[in-house]
C-alpha cells in the first residue's frame, strides 16, 4: 500500500533513514537467548549443533556441555543430521518521538559436524505515535494455515484482523534485544523489557489503556499478563477485585486456569468469591474436586425439581386428551394390559424398562395411545397403539427388546382394537 497520509511518509522517511543496523552483538544475543542450543547424541558421540565439535558421550541424559564453544546444550537421541529452527525476536527504538518496534525473523540451519547457518531478516516494523496512533510498515505477510512466509518489499501494510481478531502483523516473539530505547511514558508504566508472551504492539497499546495491565506488569506477574491477552482474559476482568485479594494475602496463583475454574465454581455455588478463605486454598486441586463434587450435586437435585416440575405441568394436558381411555382394561389372568393414566406414569414406565416413551415425550403424541402391559404388577412390556388407524405401532421391553409375552400381549391388544375404536367414536 502506498503511503497516502502525512504521518505515513513521514514513517517511511524516518524508517528509510534514521533506523540503524542490527549490530553484531544483538545478532549474538538473539542467537543465544531466542534459540534451542542442541546436540544430537548417537549411541557413543555428541554433537553439537552450533559449532561442530564431536566427542565421546558420557552419562549426561538431558544436558550437557561442550567442550569446545562451551554451551549448555539439551540432548536430542536421534541418528539425523540436520535440524532447522525459527523464531522472532524484537528491537526497540525511538525515533522523533516515535516508539519503533522492529521485528526480526532468525533462522537458524544446523549439520552434525558443521557450524551454524544462521541468518537474520527484518519483517516488519510497527510505529507508535505519542498520541496512540499506530502504523505497520512491513513486508507483505503470507499464511495459508501450513506456508508462513514474508515476500516483497517494506511498504505501509493495512491493519485488517482476521476472523479472529487477530493481525498478520500482531507478532509474539521470544525476546527483545537488551539495549532497547523506549519513551518515557513507558518506562514510567513500568516496561522492563519483558513482553510475557504478549504481542508487543498490544502490549503497549494495553499498558497505555488499561489500569489492570499496568498493576499486572508493576507487580511482575507476567502469568497474569499472558493469560489476560490470551481466550479466557474477560476472567481477569471478572475476578479482578479476587486477584487483588491474592496479591493482598500473597499468595501465589500455580495454574491460572485450574484456578479460574474453581472461582466460577465457587460462583456458582454462591460462595464469597472476596473471601480469602475461598480464593487462596493451600490446595488448590483438593478444593476444586470438593467445591465440584458439591455443585454436582446441587445441579442433580436441580434437575430433579425441573424434572417433576415438567411432569406436572403437562399432567392436565394428558388427562384431557386421554382420560377416556383410562377404563380400558385388557387381558386374562396372566398378563394385565391398561393404559398409561400419568405423565408420572410415563417416567415409572420409561425408568423400569429403561427405554425412551417418558424421555421422547410419547405422552404429548396426540394420536398416540400408550399402554402398559404388567404381570403381577411387573411391567414388561410398553404398547403404543396408533389412534388414526388403530394398528399397534410396537410393543418395547427391558431396553426396547421383545419380552418372552410378546406374542402374547400382540394378540391380547389386537383382539381388543375395537374397544379403543370405540372410545373414540
Ligand atoms: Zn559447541
Redesign the pocket.
Same mark, same amino acid.
Given at each position: 500500500m502506498q503511503a497516502r497520509t502525512k504521518l505515513q511518509r513521514e514513517i517511511v522517511y524516518l524508517s528509510n533513514t534514521k533506523l540503524s543496523i542490527l549490530n553484531r552483538d544483538n545478532e549474538v544475543w538473539a542467537y543465544n537467548s531466542c534459540l534451542q542450543h542442541i546436540a544430537y547424541a548417537t549411541k557413543h558421540k555428541f554433537n553439537?549443533l552450533?559449532?561442530?565439535?564431536k566427542w565421546n558421550r558420557g552419562k549426561e541424559r538431558k544436558k550437557c556441555v =561442550?567442550p569446545? =564453544?562451551d554451551?549448555t546444550?539439551s540432548i536430542i537421541n536421534t541418528k539425523c543430521l540436520t535440524y532447522k529452527q525459527w523464531t522472532y525476536f524484537c528491537s526497540l527504538e525511538v525515533v522523533n518521538d516515535f516508539q519503533v518496534i522492529r521485528y526480526f525473523k532468525i533462522v537458524a540451519n544446523h549439520k552434525v559436524g558443521r557450524e551454524v547457518f544462521v541468518s537474520i531478516d527484518e519483517i516488519s516494523q510497527h510505529w507508535l505515535s505519542e498520541n496512540g496512533k499506530y502504523e505497520i510498515y512491513a513486508k507483505l505477510h503470507k499464511y495459508n494455515g501450513y506456508l508462513d512466509y514474508w515476500k516483497n518489499e517494506f511498504a505501509i501494510r493495512r491493519k485488517i484482523p482476521n476472523y479472529y481478531g487477530i493481525s498478520l502483523y500482531d507478532i509474539s516473539v521470544s525476546g527483545c534485544c537488551p539495549d532497547y530505547e523506549v519513551l518515557p511514558k513507558y518506562r514510567k508504566l513500568g516496561f522492563k523489557g519483558n513482553f510475557g508472551n504478549v504481542p508487543p504492539l498490544n502490549f503497549f497499546m494495553e499498558l497505555e489503556n488499561n489500569n489492570r495491565f499496568e498493576c499486572l506488569l508493576k507487580r511482575k506477574e507476567f502469568a497474569l499478563l499472558s493469560y489476560y491477552f490470551g481466550s479466557r482474559g474477560h476472567l481477569v476482568d471478572r475476578f479482578w477485585k479476587t486477584i487483588c485479594i491474592t496479591f493482598r494475602n500473597g499468595y501465589k496463583i500455580k495454574d491460572l486456569n485450574l484456578w479460574f475454574d474453581y472461582l466460577e465454581i465457587l460462583q456458582n455455588l454462591g460462595l464469597d468469591c472476596l473471601n480469602a478463605h475461598y480464593v487462596c486454598p493451600n490446595n488448590l486441586e483438593d478444593n476444586h474436586t470438593f467445591y465440584l463434587a458439591r455443585r454436582q450435586r446441587r445441579d442433580e437435585r436441580q434437575r430433579k425439581k425441573d424434572l417433576i416440575a415438567s411432569i406436572q405441568s403437562y399432567e392436565p394436558t394428558y388427562y384431557k386428551e386421554k382420560s377416556k381411555y383410562f377404563d380400558i382394561e385388557l387381558g386374562n389372568d396372566e398378563i394385565q394390559i391398561s393404559v398409561i393414566r400419568s405423565v408420572q406414569d410415563f417416567y415409572e414406565e420409561g425408568k423400569e424398562l429403561n427405554h425412551c416413551v417418558f424421555t421422547n415425550g410419547y405422552y404429548k403424541r396426540e394420536y398416540s395411545l400408550i399402554l402398559s402391559a404388567k404381570i403381577e404388577g411387573k411391567r414388561i412390556e410398553t404398547i403404543e397403539v396408533s389412534l388414526t388407524d388403530f394398528n399397534i405401532v410396537q410393543s418395547r421391553g427391558l431396553r426396547n427388546s421383545k419380552s418372552e409375552y410378546h406374542d402374547k400381549i400382540i394378540d391380547l391388544v389386537n383382539q381388543n382394537l375395537s374397544i379403543i375404536k370405540h372410545k373414540i367414536a
Open positions: 553439537c552450533t559449532c561442530g565439535e =561442550c569446545s =564453544c554451551r546444550l
